[in-house]
């Protein structure tokens, strides 16, 4: 399988892997979002919705898929993606932390 599909599948489940565990205890108010640009390789997780102090809205993950690598934009994660992404057999030199 070509590396690109291949990362491209990869941050796909998960990031839904994520979004479906923080779905398991939901924040009133908040809701999970996930985006997927698979044109332009952006793929983000993120937190939308109303809060006691007002309107809230913020990347949870953001990661770009850039020259073959994965670039880390945004990790809110308690354990990071990186950790998941080497897990997965991701190469250390493919990954980009870039926050």
């Not at 937190?47 to 809110?76: C, M, N, P, Q, S």
């Amino acid at each position: 399988m070509d590396k690109l599909v291949e990362y491209r599948s990869l941050i796909k489940r998960l990031l839904t892997e994520y979004a479906e565990i923080i779905n398991r205890q939901p924040t009133p108010g908040l809701e999970t979002e996930l985006v997927f640009d698979e044109e332009r390789d952006h793929y983000m997780l993120l937190k939308v919705g109303w809060w006691t102090e007002g309107r809230v809205r913020g990347a949870t993950v953001y990661v770009r898929l850039r020259h073959g690598k994965f670039w880390i934009e945004e990790d809110w994660l308690e354990d990071g993606i990186v950790t998941d992404l080497l897990e997965a057999g991701v190469p250390n030199e493919d990954i980009v932390l870039a926050f």
